[in-house]
Structures are given as C-alpha cells and as structure tokens.
C-alpha cells in the first residue's frame, strides 16, 4: 500500500516514510491510494473474532508491507491492551467507551501504535528524531505517555499555560525522561504556530530531525478504524446497522470511522457532533468552508477553528457533496447544552459523561428524534475525571477516580515556562535536542 500527497498527487511514499515525515510536501496529508473492501464474511463474523485478530486484519491492509508481521501483531496488542466496552444506556441508545487507556482518552489507541511504529522505524539509524507537538490538552498527555522511553525518540510538547485541565497538565508534564514539556504563555493557536514555524525553519531542520505527532500523521490516524470494528462487533442487532455520533475537533476520529465504513463497515449514518466551533455545520448546510479562530469551550479538545482532517474526509468522498452530506451530517453544541445534556445523562442513565460525550449524546439524541425507527453510539472520548468540576457540577454527583489518577496527584509537575516567542522556542530546541 502506498499513501499519495492529497496537495500533489504524484508523490507516493509507503508507510514508513509517512509516519517518519509526518506531512508531505507543500503540507499535503498523505492518503491512502485505495481503499481495502472487507468480505462480508469476514465483516458479519467479527463475534468470534479475539480483538487483536480485527485489528491486525485492518491495519495489516496498510502496513503490511513495511514490517514484519510479528512486528505489526506485537506493537496492536500493545496499542490495544485496554477494554473498549460498547456500553448500552437504553434501548435505543448505546455509548463506546474509549477512555480505558493510560491517559484515559482515545488518543492512547494512535499515540501508542504511532510511536511503536516510529520506535521500531528508528531502530537502528544513527540519528535522533524529535517529535514536536502543540496540545490543548489531551493530545500531549497521550503522546508524553505513548512515547515515554521509545529509543530514538525526543518528544517536545507545547501547551497553553493556564488552559488545560489539572489532570491534562499532570499528565503532560511528569514523564520525564525522552520527554519535555513547555508552558506557553499565550493560547493553543500561538503553541501550534510555534511548531509550524519549526517545521518550516530549513536551517532547524539541517539540525534537528523533527516531525509531528499530531493526527495528521497517518500512523495516528489509521488504527482508530480499529474502534469501530470493535463496536460493530459489540453491536446486537446486525440487521440494522448503528448511527454512530463522533464528538470531533480536528476530524482524525470520524475520518477514520468513515474510512472504515468505506472498507465495508456497516453503519447506517455519521454525526460529527461539534462544539460552538462550527465550521463544519455549517459547511455541510451552506458549502461553504469558512475557517475560523478557534473558541474555547467547555470539550476543549475539540476547540479546533480548521480542523485538518477534513480534507481527507473529502476526499473519502471524491468530493462529492451530496453523497458526503447523506452519510455524515453535523451538529454545532452550544456550552449551555453541553451542560444540560450533562445533566440529561444523568439523570436518564445514571451515566457521567465527560464534556466531549455530552456533545456527542445530545447530537446523537437529536438525529434519533428526527428518524424514530433507528438506534446509535456516542463515542466516550475522555473520562469524566479529565473535567472533574464540570462534571460534577452538571451531573450532581462526584465522579469516581480512577487509580492511574491518583497516581498521577502524587508526582510533581516538571515543565519549562516559555513566551510565545519563536527565537526563543528555536533557542530551547536546540539546546536540549
Ligand atoms: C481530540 C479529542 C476529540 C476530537 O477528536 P478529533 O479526531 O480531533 O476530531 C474529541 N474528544 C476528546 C476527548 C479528544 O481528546
């Protein structure tokens, strides 16, 4: 399988160099030249399938010929070694628990198959690589604790000061080892013009091998196709395929859902369910792509303002708007609604869902008032404990925290405060590289 430039066609690279380059040139996303269709046969008996045979299945399409099979088989069961529960609340209702993983977000899934692939592509090279990341708070935590003593590999992680969540700092700021945190002093759009004004410093990169860990990269894109497989085969009724509502920010996870879907999954529709970030929404009623500045929500990890995925979501699509808009619509939540739904959840199910879920739910909730005859999944993105007050204030009740959490109060936070200042950022990267 090789992955082509979706900015220029001609450039074809295999797996290991996407992952190794992150982007490829003029910032083109790397895209898959095919998409594999999977039997029915296969598809209708996932039941008796064990969860690490599925996932190889699907990545093996797709890596397949840039590493030993055994290779591939160790670092699945490694990126999968946590439960994924499909968890019904009703009879119509049902949510997909993706935040069983260290840092107890769907992240983990490709933090963790992305740097085992980088680890095992470095193995061996006589230099470094450095993995740049911005966050606004779940993407560095799982990163820090995907890539923690992967040789070969230095992770730089900028965050916004002030504008994560406790646990999201703690999470990001105490691996150590092969892994430093900086807190900028500035929003989450000043941390990523950092890192894009490192990848585009020619004379940085003559020095310092970088490339992103963002969901760009192919190698965290791809295996979260892995979920939906596994939801389908929690999911009782064959006959009549789930909607499946994705609480989306950057587009990596629906994107994968989709793809997936065009691999042969049965799914009867999408709803990227968004925050007041609603670029999307409205895209997909007007056909206009309006970029905007991001604005901060209570789902902060899907406070994204030109969510980079979308791209490949198009091209899913052949860029057809009208088969794209009978597939997948999409929902803009306001932060009053995310609280209430919040209180809904609880109320109905006696279920704490994070702020993400809450978005996800009401969303799913609206589709399923419109089309009686259907039932669906949200897609739990993060436990509740990563937004501790709001939940609890909305839910009413204290969320129960998880061991690897406590844990997580006992260390000390280790990060570097910086300015947002790009010399001064470049000054930093050569310094500890
Ligand atoms: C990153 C994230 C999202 C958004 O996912 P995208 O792939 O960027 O659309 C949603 N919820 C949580 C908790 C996240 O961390």
């Known amino acids: 399988m090789l992955f082509y ?21 003029e ?38 010929d840039s590493m030993p099979e055994k ?33 107890l977000a769907f992240k983990d899934v490709g933090a963790r198959f992305m740097s085992r692939c980088l680890g095992h592509f470095m193995k061996g090279q006589d230099r470094q690589v450095t993995v740049l990341v911005a966050t606004s708070g779940d993407t560095g935590g799982a990163v820090a604790s995907g890539f923690v003593d992967v040789a070969g590999v230095n992770v730089v992680i900028l965050y916004p000061s002030g504008k994560v969540s406790l646990v999201q700092e703690l999470q990001l700021t105490t691996s150590g080892k092969n892994i430093t945190a900086y807190e900028v002093d500035g929003s989450f759009d ?32 791809l295996p979260q196709q892995i979920y939906y497989f596994l939801a389908w085969k929690q999911w009782e009724d064959k006959i009549k395929p789930p909607v499946i509502s994705v609480p989306s920010g950057n587009f990596g996870n629906i994107c994968a859902g989709l793809l997936a879907y065009h691999s042969g999954l049965p799914v009867s529709h999408f709803i990227a369910a968004c925050n007041s970030n609603a670029v999307i929404p409205e895209y997909l009623k007007t056909g206009i792509y309006k970029p905007e500045k991001a604005r901060a929500t209570l789902s902060n990890a899907m406070d994204v303002g030109d969510p980079s995925n ?7 699509f052949n860029s057809e708007f009208e088969s794209l808009k009978k597939m997948m619509s999409s929902e803009s939540i306001s932060d009053g609604e995310t609280g209430d739904a919040l209180s809904s959840i609880y109320r109905l199910y006696k279920y704490q869902a994070d702020p993400h ?51 997580l109060f006992e260390k000390k936070k280790s990060s570097e405060k910086i300015a947002a200042d ?11 590289r």
């Not at 979308?310 to 899913?316: G, I, N, P, Q």
């Open 27 to 64: 910032k083109g996303l790397f895209f898959p030249e095919y998409i594999p269709f999977f039997p029915e046969s296969w598809i209708y008996n996932l039941n008796s399938e064990p969860d690490e045979e599925i996932a190889w299945y699907v990545m093996n399409q797709y890596v397949g």
């Open 190 to 221: 000043d941390c990523q013009t950092l890192v894009k004004q490192a990848f585009s410093d020619t004379d940085l990169s003559r020095k310092i091998f970088l490339t992103s860990a963002n969901s760009i990269n192919v190698a965290r894109w």
């Open 422 to 432: 790009y010399q001064l950022f470049r000054k930093e990267l050569l310094r500890i």
């Open 357 to 407: 879920g809450a978005v996800g739910w009401l969303a799913l909730n609206r589709w399923l008032e419109k089309h009686p005859s259907e039932s669906g999944i949200f897609l739990e993105t993060a436990h509740p404990v990563k937004f501790l007050e709001v939940v609890e204030q909305f839910s009413g009740h204290s969320v129960i925290v998880p061991e690897s959490v406590s844990e």
């Open 310 to 316: 979308f791209v490949r979501v198009l091209a899913l």
């Open 5 to 25: 430039n979706l900015n220029k066609p001609s450039e074809k690279v295999d797996f290991r160099t996407a992952t190794i380059q992150g982007l490829g040139s």
């Open 71 to 103: 290779t591939l088989r160790k670092i699945l069961q490694e990126t999968i070694s946590f439960d994924i529960p499909l968890v019904r609340l009703s009879s119509r209702v049902s949510t997909l628990e993706l935040f069983h993983g260290p840092t």
